[in-house]
């Protein structure tokens, strides 16, 4: 019977209506001995293996078969197996598996159809189409798991964004699901390489499929990782939370998690019933975020990193200094106290203050260092600076790869959506020379900002979505869910030590309170706030849990909560003890070693040898040493030959003395870092410190980089298009290392005011507040010369408003009186006008025995201007700053014809230079430039006006009188002028000696008599008198007031320039 089935299947492939005979012959191919006729093309298209030649061969295969199937060849077997069940024609014969590698976009048939094998239709067509589509079909649900799981997870503790069960399947794998019936989900399914939901299993049934996918991807982890372009990292990722058991803990990882649980919640609790009435920001509704952040410490640590560097907001910051860093509990409790400070600074709010803390993990029995930064109210202000001081910690630890030092950015929702500084931190994370090899995110999703809701502060669905843009993978975890939240920290930390890259963990959780204690929030959300009243804190959701695992007895967790308790109150009893508090206590980056043993009155020389000199600015003018091979752009090669030239007639331009200056830092071993936009180069063309080959990319040479063998590390780096956060960075990176010149500078200065944030909160007042030391320098270009009003004026008037000394009040002069002053005030302003000024104070930023952030007003068309160059003799051994440079001209030879003393600074000098010689007033008219407007060189400005005691003063500028350094310095020379008095040596000493006064207090009454003790009759032989004059004004000469900088119109501009050196000179 099945001999006659076969023939028969045999027989039809033959074309309808062939004669018998024809068949026959068709069969066997005709008569033994002869060429058999070929078969119609319809036969062999539908057998591809049979021929006439073979009709033979295939009988005896098929009479094998009927006696013993495994005789044959399993190809044999499937054919005859398929003819013998009535497979259709054409569809009995299955070629053999190829050994062959698959083709691009294809795949065995048998890797996805593993059921297919024990099927005895195989061969059928219309099986085989449903088979692979349905794998097919399993794989898109996979995938949409993965790339859409999170958006049905069990996220939101409040239950206020949870989707409904019901829709939630569908909003997931939509339209993939519709081939499937119920007897399906009971069919087994190959799984593709893309999941590891099996484990070991190759083959699950359907509904164990989507069990583990929904359980990986649905429940209260949420991951956002598809969007990832490497399939090594999105493998990685699913092999983390796809395979069975991953998150599995054991009893002492649930103790340990409970513990830490308990002392979050407890610091908490103990706050707000000691300090009822005061703001603290806690962390209820979030207490997770401690442990949170020791596991991803704790694991971190395990992998090799030693140091962590962490930014944060003002919620739970006082949390996280106790039980992260732990920072002595009595130190925190003194700030509720509201003692007064024991030492220097104005001190600033608790949450907002820093720390630094050497610690052993008692978890990896390893030594670690812990840092968080300061940070002012403004929300994510800190992300720049803790990446600037990571990326530091990296370069002076030779950490390369960034396994030793790892920071830590903690976030709010509303801020990580709405704040621009976070995308721009993000663009840094993988900037050669500003990559920290992988930071870890971590974001307090309170679900609202302030009074804010999200559906009204951001326009993306998660606030986390900015982190898309650098490929970080995203974790969103329900922060009710605590072990959920521990796999998160695990595999976070294992991320970042694998892949060097950013990662964001998305702390979903809630507000207890309001924006702070004191805040009612049922104002404005009482919906939300009704639900979180009724809601059990995290601890005894944990709490129950573990005791109904067996894991814990209730008499374990109340052992735990009354240990952290006693620790607590004993703190507070030693706290209420004190009487003072420390601002020293809260330094975030201690400089260990820097202030011992130094004069702290005393300056290093800034002069160097002229054979450094030479050497630099020989190298600094030359071709690389394989000049031959790397091939100069011929405009370069001139720059070269003219530096050269001028290094030969021992001169310096503006690009030659800040080149010096730099080169004679590294040969004393000091780094030298220069950021910005188009540093490298230089906006104006002037710098080209990089040269690069004209033919071959990437092929480079430094040539400050290249001057001695033992030098320092000279770093000079183009930055992104970012003020704020490069700014931010640099600030972060000078806090590090003291022994360091850090510098950014603006591509034009007026850009500075997108980075107002760093310039106020950090650098004018961050050592005020936090008794934080930075030597920062910041180049503004500067000056009033045609280009508009965005490309002129670096707002010089800012600067100086933000300054910190007392115009009224005249410093008592001494030896030290210069640096003194340094000493006192918060920052330096100067507007060098030549390059030996330029050369000199920047290497006193590092020659002072403390630092001060340095801005100078650089200048544009000075670049390249002959008259602006200096002498070699105006840097070498034995010169120095010049605060000021008086008239050297005819003017001063004969002080007495003088009828005018113009005071100036910057540019300007030059364009009244130039008119006054024209006018020939250069006896009448004495010029002084003042280089260094912050502190006020009083010393020098008075000495000059007695010079010229009969000369009207002028303050001339070429900024708007609303603008520049005029309202800075009018009150200033008034008081210099004005406020003279009988001043002893003597006087001096005991003003400084004082402990009960300060300096100003007690000269106060030797400025206003009438309200002090009486001059002496006669001063003593120590003393030095000046004797009083009538009051003495000074004039402003310049541009009117205006509400621009500067015009945009060249004619005016040109008018107005006349203008100012006519209303200069007329006498």
């Known amino acids: 019977m099945n001999r006659a089935r076969v023939l028969s299947h045999l027989l039809s492939r033959a074309p309808p209506g062939t004669p018998l005979a024809a068949a026959r012959t068709f069969l066997y191919g005709g008569t033994r001995g002869k060429a058999s006729a070929p078969p119609p093309p319809t036969a062999l298209a539908a057998e591809p293996f049979l021929n006439g030649s073979s009709s033979n061969y295939v009988e005896e295969m098929y009479t094998a078969w009927l006696q013993d199937p495994k005789s044959v060849h399993q190809s044999w077997d499937t054919f005859f197996r398929n003819a013998s069940a009535g497979a259709a024609p054409g569809t009995a014969y299955t070629a053999p598996p190829s050994l062959a590698e698959p083709t691009p976009h294809h795949v065995p048939l048998s890797s996805i159809a593993p059921a297919m094998s024990t099927s005895p239709m195989v061969g059928d067509a219309q099986i085989s189409d449903k088979v692979i589509d349905d794998h097919l079909a399993v794989q898109g649900i996979i995938r949409a798991y993965q790339i859409r799981g999170h958006s049905i997870a069990n996220l939101d503790p409040l239950g206020i964004n949870t989707v409904d069960p019901s829709q939630g399947r569908q909003l997931v794998v939509r339209n993939y699901m519709n081939r499937f019936s119920e007897e399906d989900m009971e069919r087994s399914f190959k799984l593709p390489m893309s999941t590891y939901v099996g484990g070991k299993e190759r083959q699950l049934p359907l509904k164990e499929i989507i069990q583990r996918l929904e359980n990986a991807y649905c429940r209260s982890i949420g991951v956002e990782f598809m969007f990832i372009n490497s399939l090594e990292q999105c493998n990685w990722i699913r092999q983390k939370f796809e395979s069975p058991g991953v998150m599995t803990m054991d009893s002492m990882e649930k103790r340990l998690l409970l513990a830490r649980l308990t002392r979050s919640h407890g610091f908490e609790a103990f706050l707000a019933r000691k300090f009822s009435s005061e703001k603290r920001f806690g962390l209820e509704g979030c207490e997770i975020l401690i442990p949170a952040m020791k596991q991803v410490i704790d694991r971190s640590t395990s992998l090799g990193v030693e140091s962590f560097v962490m930014g944060m907001p003002h919620r739970g910051r006082l949390n996280v200094l106790a039980n992260v860093c732990r920072k002595p509990l009595e130190h925190i409790f003194t700030q509720f106290a509201g003692l007064e400070s024991a030492d220097e600074g104005s001190g600033d709010v608790k949450y907002h203050l820093g720390t630094y803390q050497e610690r052993l993990n008692r978890v990896t029995n390893k030594n670690i260092r812990l840092a968080i930064v300061a940070n002012p109210s403004h929300l994510e202000a800190c992300d720049p600076v803790v990446q600037g001081k990571t990326r530091a910690e990296q370069f002076y630890h030779g950490d390369s790869e960034g396994k030793k030092v790892l920071s830590i950015l903690l976030h709010g929702d509303a801020a990580f959506s709405g704040q621009g500084i976070v995308y721009e931190t993000f663009h840094l994370s993988e900037l050669p020379e500003y990559t920290t090899h992988g930071t870890i995110h971590i974001v307090v999703n309170n679900q609202i900002g302030f009074t804010t809701d999200p559906r009204m502060s951001r326009s993306s669905p998660y606030c986390t979505d900015v982190a898309r843009v650098v490929n970080a993978p995203i974790f969103h975890v329900n922060a009710d869910d605590p072990e959920a939240v521990m796999h998160v920290c695990n595999v976070a930390a294992d991320w970042r030590s694998t892949f060097h890259k950013d990662v964001v963990i998305d702390l979903v959780c809630y507000r207890r309170n309001g924006h702070n204690e004191i805040d009612e929030p049922m104002f404005t959300q009482p919906l939300m706030y009704t639900r979180i009243r009724k809601l059990k804190p995290v601890i005894e959701l944990y709490g129950d849990k573990l005791i109904s695992e067996g894991v814990v007895t209730p008499e374990e967790v109340k052992e735990v909560k009354d240990k952290y308790e006693k620790i607590l109150e004993t703190a507070f009893s030693v706290a209420k003890q004190e009487t003072q508090v420390f601002n020293k206590h809260w330094i975030d980056s201690p400089w260990s070693g820097f202030f011992e043993g130094k004069d702290p009155l005393k300056i290093s020389p800034t002069g160097v040898h002229e054979d450094t000199l030479k050497h630099i600015g020989k190298k600094f003018s030359s071709a690389p040493p394989n000049a031959s091979d790397f091939v100069i752009h011929r405009g370069i090669q001139r720059i070269l030959n003219s530096r050269m030239e001028m290094v030969e007639s021992r001169t310096a331009d503006w690009a030659l003395g800040e080149a ?334 004082s402990e009960d006064q300060s300096w100003y207090e007690y000269w106060f009454p030797w400025f206003f008599p009438s309200s002090g003790p009486p001059e002496p009759e006669s001063p003593a032989p120590s003393q030095v008198h000046v004797a009083s004059k009538p009051i003495r004004p000074v004039r402003y000469a310049g541009r009117p007031v205006s509400a621009s900088p500067a015009t945009g119109n060249k004619k005016t501009h040109i008018r107005e320039s006349k203008q100012l050196l006519e209303d200069s000179l007329a006498l």
């Open 660 to 993: 010096m200056a730099f080169g004679s830092l590294l040969k004393e071993g000091t780094h030298v870092r220069l950021s910005g936009q188009d540093v490298e180069r230089g906006t104006f063309s002037h710098r080209h410190h990089v040269l690069h080959h004209q033919k071959v990319d990437k092929s480079q040479y430094n040539a400050l980089a290249n001057l001695y063998r033992d030098q320092a590390p000279y770093t000079v780096c183009n930055s992104s298009l970012s003020e704020y956060a490069v700014l931010g960075f640099e600030l972060g990176f000078s806090m590090t290392n003291p022994n360091a010149l850090v510098i950014w500078e603006a591509q034009f200065g007026d850009f500075n005011n997108t980075a107002q944030c760093i310039i106020d909160q950090f650098m004018s007042s961050g050592q005020s507040k936090w008794i934080r030391q930075s030597g920062l320098v910041l180049l503004l270009p500067h000056g009033m010369e045609g280009m508009g009003p965005e490309h002129s004026s670096a707002r010089l008037e800012r600067f100086l408003q933000m300054t910190s000394d007392d115009p009224d009040v005249l410093p008592p002069f001494s030896d030290d009186f210069a640096i003194r002053q340094l000493s006192d005030i918060n920052w330096i302003v100067a507007n060098c006008s030549t390059p030996a000024s330029y050369f000199h104070i920047l290497r006193r930023q590092i020659a002072l025995p403390f630092r001060k952030p340095l801005i100078i007003m650089t200048p544009k068309s000075l670049l390249r201007l002959p008259e602006a160059r200096s002498s070699f003799d105006e840097m070498i051994e034995g010169t120095e700053f010049q605060r000021m440079y008086p008239e050297a001209g005819p003017a001063s030879n004969n002080p007495a014809n003088v009828k005018r003393l113009i005071f100036c600074s910057g540019r300007v000098y030059y364009d009244l230079l130039q008119a006054r010689k024209e006018a020939g007033l250069e006896e009448k008219i004495a010029i002084a430039r003042v280089e260094q407007i912050a502190p006020f060189p009083y010393d020098l400005v008075m000495k000059e006006c007695a010079k010229y005691a009969d000369a009207e003063l002028v303050w001339s500028q070429e900024e708007h009188k609303n603008m520049g350094a005029w309202s800075y310095i009018q009150p200033r020379i008034s008081t210099a002028l004005n406020h003279e008095r009988h001043i002893s040596s003597e006087r001096v000493k005991v003003a400084h000696d």
